[in-house]
């Protein structure tokens, strides 16, 4: 396993009503941002839940355009959880219960839920088009492939999608790890599988846009392209400033 890269910068703020992430590594270029994770986001139902994946981003994007909170995009959330994987033994005793308890609460989010994020897929002929923070500002797509049989990310021949999805330069091995970090049940058996989509069910998805999301069962944590359905979302609330 290569060396966890994270910011010695790297600490929580506990609040009342939600927690403070300051200096978490984002991206390719690993720039520092400060997130904002709402406290309590499971109980927030809002009737756009029980609608199509379509309603669903627009939603965000509505909560987005006034300043509220919204379901971070997938590379946001993967800097979260390789972030606390990283500080896990975290010097300080007051940061190390900190990041334990908001990785608990990460646990229970997306324990038997799919946690939306706001990173899609469009499923083109040819390729498919990822996107992360979907109609938001500075909205970034690249092309990828995602189609083909579910398979454990860490032994996957094609570890360049899983970056791009993650947004980082880790290997999918530590991406693995770092999601059997945060699901916490089975260390020595969990597996990180990612659910893609055949080539029969890609045509009856052409042109169609699908949230990325991820969930925890037994002892598998699941990355979700193509198969959402429409109920059991839980968003993590928050917001990322850089």
Known sequence: MEKIVHSKNFRITNLTDSYVLHNVL???????????IRKGALNRPTTCFTGSEEALLNFFQRQYSVGKDYPLPFPCLFGIIHSLNANKNHPDPEQKRNVH???????????????????????????????????????????????????PIKTTSTPEIYQLLCGTKCSPAQIDQDFVYLHGKYPNETKTIA????????????????????????????INCGKNPLTRWHAIWGQAFD
Request: proline letters at 3%.
């Open 26 to 36: 984002i991206g390719y270029n690993e720039r520092p941002h400060t997130i904002e």
């Open 195 to 222: 659910l893609k989509v055949d080539s029969e069910s890609k045509r009856k998805m052409l042109y169609l846009t699908k949230i990325v999301s991820f969930f925890g069962l037994d002892d598998r944590v699941y």
């Open 101 to 151: 308890e908001l990785a608990s609460f990460l646990r229970e989010s997306f324990d038997n839920n799919y946690i939306p994020t706001n990173s899609t897929l469009t499923f083109m002929p040819d390729k498919e088009i990822l996107t992360h923070r979907y109609g938001l500002v500075r909205e970034e797509k690249k092309e990828t492939f995602f189609i083909g049989k579910n398979e």
